[in-house]
């Protein structure tokens, strides 16, 4: 069986929120005296206000050099320089130079200077217009003194940064030129370094473009090839040169040309087949023009980074000629290096199959070559000791002399090797200081120019530059004028009305429609009655009486009570007795015009009950059916009742004492019939919902209110008549608030004096038996109310007969309705919630709070509550206030 969904849809949620937005309506006076007051006090400021003008300068940010000493982007920049320029306007210093300047605010001056630099913020404005300009703006009462003001800032701001700029440039400038000085220096001393390592060390040699005297050896076998390093120092000696050692020598060239590999394997320019120059200085005038490429490579892409970005295709390009530039130099270094070697043609297939593990073999014999060669020269060297304290001979001596070579000792091998270890490391380290010292001297010399040009463009305000776009000018219409002001306030007063106005709906916690109900989380929303027309009370009407034996010590019994004539009286104007009441005559009653019989001295109670009992038409009844409760209130059988002490006897639990006959009109039901549609249809949908709960037995349903004039009278008044409506059940009406009894006043009923529900439940706490007296006010519909506005025995209701009496009735009828009274205040609703079958809470719309209601469900008690009525829900919100009309509460709107 499908079910609905009890979560609000977005439809819902935005019409509960229109609708509390709506509220704000109720507020409208107190809003628009809000709005005439802030009205008045704009109108007043506005006049009171003086007028103010204000002068605008704009400033332009431009580059006009670039030297690449600053990263940023000129967007980046100007964003930076916003900030800072911002900062030096404001600055103590500056504005109050342009106080004294100007005169400005001298009451503030007086005072202190500080309060005027103050005050003269406020009114200095510095906002950047775009990425470039940024605008300087002064406000003043006086045009001409708001233009004048507004140029000198702009004129100090261009001059504070110029002075800042041409500051950091020169100072940039000055050290750059100290690191220049200390770079070149630590060349020189690097220099001198590694010249006195090669003094020492002839066998080394400088690098290409080192030195202009380095030596360029030449192969070896050569014409006018240079003699080795042996017969070098021989020569410089003064000693005889010694024949070369051809075990030696021949080892030599086998290391060159496992180097000479070595180096064509790492040289991917060196490629098998190449042919390579005849002499040295060929393949230095080679190396010397890759080197002249590659510069020439290197300017070409420097000239073009200078236009287009490093991803333009030019850019690209010229990069990839700096890469074959540095590749043919590469090649041209490796054959410079194969050349002086003395290979004069280029290995063929080996360097092809240069392979990892043939790389590793060519290392290991070279390795190999290296000792060998030691050896010899150790071995030459320490042959035989020279006279004199000389040295080791040479190979090449040893060579000369045709001395066989010799197995050296193996410490002396090891000596030799670790000189040569210590001999290279020392030359690296020397050239790599070298070359370090010269790259650190390239970028000192790179940044010293670029500082160079940067205070050279601060000089001539040529680099990065503020000038004036717009002058300050002078102001023809009022920045804020009296119109604005008094606009400004009207608008802020508007809005201050409307959320004043909003505050007091969101802190309003009076229920005005059926979705507050449901906020709150309580009882459930049974239905929502809309508010009713107001029409004029009910004719005022007579009770006509059935006709039995007076009560005994019934005052007023045949006279006339207060509020109407006695009972037994004729109605005003009626000639003789009136027709037979609806449902026929009580027990009793006699037929109209037929006199009553005294009963006989002497006779009990129950005797002169049953004597002046008149079945009438319910003669064909069975007795024993009497107390049915199917059968006619009039035919209501006999009943047993006792007392303590007391005789027993039988009797009539409840009979009719008086009828409401209108043959002008429809009587009660006036108010029913006058009701529209739409209250209608609230109270049928509230009666299918009692006729759910009763399942076919009686219901005793009362209802209350939290507080007073909330309508629960007339919400029951109208209740008993819709049970009633069509003789679909047999309802009383019971006037259950004995502290304020409305019901026969909501009637228009006069009722005698003994027909008082408290005066017969008074009777009977006074050991009286009596049946329940009721008056017909229709075929299905009875009342038990009270003839006054003030209750006979109002501590009745707190008796044990008051329980009593609505079992009684609730037996013979199918609905009970009690006007209940007010549960806050009082305990009396409690009373009437444990005499009852179930509770409706009435509450009134705009009028009753949340916080009452919430309060009288909790005294309650969820046991027997069925849910709460909104009673005179407004189609707009109103706003309601208790007042006491003739000494009763009754409601106003306001």
Request: hydrophobic share 40%; net charge neutral; proline share 8%.
């Amino acid at each position: 069986m499908a079910s609905l969904s009890t979560e609000s849809t977005p439809r819902e949620r935005l019409d509960r929120a229109i609708s509390v937005l709506g509220r704000v309506r109720m507020y409208w006076r107190g809003a628009a005296a809000m709005m005439a007051v802030g009205l008045a006090i704009s109108f007043a400021l506005a006049l009171a206000t003086k007028r103010v003008w204000r002068s605008e300068a704009t400033i332009l940010y431009r580059d006009t050099i670039q030297t690449g000493r600053d990263l940023q982007s000129s967007t980046a920049r100007a964003a930076r320089l916003g900030s800072k320029l911002k900062d030096a306007l404001t600055a103590r210093g500056t504005l109050a130079g342009v106080v004294e300047a100007f005169g400005l605010y001298p009451e503030k001056t007086a005072r202190s200077m500080v309060e005027a630099v103050e005050e003269m913020k406020n009114h200095v404005g510095f906002r950047a217009q775009s990425s470039d300009t940024y605008v300087v703006s002064f406000t003043h009462d006086d045009p001409h003194v708001a233009q004048q003001v507004a140029a000198r800032l702009t004129q100090i701001l261009l001059d504070d940064y110029r002075r800042d700029s041409l500051g950091t440039a020169t100072m940039t400038r000055d050290f750059l030129r100290k690191e220049l000085a200390e770079a070149s220096s630590k060349v020189d001393a690097a220099s001198r370094a590694l010249a006195t390592f090669l003094a020492r060390n002839p066998q080394f040699q400088w690098g290409l473009n080192d030195s202009p005297y380095a030596p360029a050896p030449q192969p070896l076998g050569s014409p006018g090839a240079p003699a080795p390093a042996a017969l070098a120092r021989a020569l410089s000696s003064a000693q005889p040169v010694r024949p070369v050692d051809p075990q030696l020598a021949a080892l030599e060239r086998q290391l060159a040309r496992v180097e000479a590999l070595l180096g064509a394997g790492r040289s991917p320019a060196a490629a098998p087949g190449q042919p390579l120059p005849q002499s040295v200085v060929e393949a230095q005038r080679a190396r010397s023009a890759a080197v002249a490429a590659v510069a020439a490579a290197e300017a070409a892409l420097a000239e073009k980074l200078t236009t287009v970005t490093p991803i333009h295709p030019d850019a690209v390009a010229a990069k990839r000629r700096v890469e074959a530039a540095k590749s043919q130099l590469t090649a041209a270094e490796s054959a410079l290096g194969l050349v002086r070697a003395g290979v004069t043609e280029a290995p063929a297939g080996e360097a092809r199959a240069l392979t990892p593990s043939r790389r590793a073999a060519l290392a290991a014999e070279r390795t190999a070559l290296l000792r060998q060669i030691a050896g010899l020269r150790a071995r030459a060297g320490g042959g035989r000791a020279p006279a004199g304290g000389e040295g080791p001979r040479a190979p090449a001596e040893s060579a000369a002399r045709g001395e066989g070579p010799r197995a050296p000792p193996s410490a002396a091998d090891g000596g030799a090797e670790e000189r040569v270890i210590e001999l290279e490391t020392e030359w690296h380290r020397l050239r790599l200081d070298l070359e370090r010292a010269r790259e650190y001297l390239k970028t000192v010399q790179a940044n010293e120019r670029a500082a160079d040009l940067s205070a050279d463009a601060a000089e001539n305000k040529s680099e990065t530059e503020l000038d004036v776009l717009d002058q300050a000018y002078l102001p023809s219409r009022p920045d804020r004028g009296r119109g604005r002001v008094f606009f400004a306030g009207a608008a802020v007063t508007f809005f201050f009305a409307l959320g004043v106005a909003g505050a007091r709906v969101l802190l309003n916690d009076t229920l005005y429609d059926g979705g507050d109900i449901h906020a709150l989380g309580g009882p459930a929303l049974l239905a929502a009655m809309p508010e009713l027309p107001a029409r004029p009370p009910l004719r005022e009407r007579t009770i006509v009486p059935a006709y039995y034996a007076e009560p005994p010590g019934a005052s007023g019994y045949g006279t006339e009570p207060p509020g109407g004539p006695g009972y037994g009286a004729e109605p005003p104007g009626a000639a003789g007795p009136g027709p037979e009441p609806p449902g026929g005559l009580g027990h009793g009653a006699e037929p109209p015009g037929a006199p009553a019989e005294a009963a006989p001295a002497g006779a009990a109670p129950e005797d002169t009950l049953r004597d002046s009992l008149d079945l009438g038409d319910c003669e064909g009844v069975d007795r024993s059916s009497w107390s049915a409760p199917e059968a006619p209130l009039a035919c209501v059988g006999v009943r047993s009742f006792a007392r303590a002490g007391g005789p027993a006897f039988d009797g009539p639990e409840v009979e009719i004492i008086g009828a409401d006959l209108d043959p002008e009109g429809h009587g009660v039901f006036e108010l029913l019939r006058g009701a529209p549609a739409p209250a209608l249809a609230a109270l049928r949908v509230l009666r299918h919902r009692l006729d759910q709960r009763r399942a076919g037995e009686p219901l005793a349903v009362a209802v209350v209110s939290p507080g007073r004039a909330e309508g629960k009278t007339a919400l029951a008044v109208r209740l008993a008549m819709t049970l009633a409506e069509a003789e679909r059940a047999r309802v009383l009406l019971v006037d259950g608030h004995l502290a304020c009894p409305r019901v026969a006043a909501t009637l228009g009923l006069r009722l005698p004096a003994h027909a008082s529900f408290s005066e017969q439940l008074r009777r009977r706490m006074a050991g009286e038996i009596r049946p329940l007296g009721v008056i017909a006010v229709s075929q299905s519909l009875s009342v038990l109310a009270e003839p006054s506005h003030e209750a006979s025995y109002p501590a009745a209701l707190h008796s044990v007969h008051f329980e009593a009496a609505m079992r009684t009735l609730r037996r013979y009828h199918d609905y009970v309705v009690i006007d209940g009274p007010p549960v806050l205040g009082s305990g009396d609703a409690n009373v009437i919630e444990d005499a009852s079958d179930g509770i409706v809470l009435v509450a009134r719309a705009s009028l009753t709070r949340a916080s009452s209601l919430t309060r009288a469900a909790e005294q309650l008690g969820d046991r027997r509550i069925l849910g709460v009525v909104l009673n005179d829900v407004a189609p707009r919100p109103v706003a309601r206030k208790r007042v006491c009309i003739d000494g009763e509460p009754a409601e106003q709107s306001v």
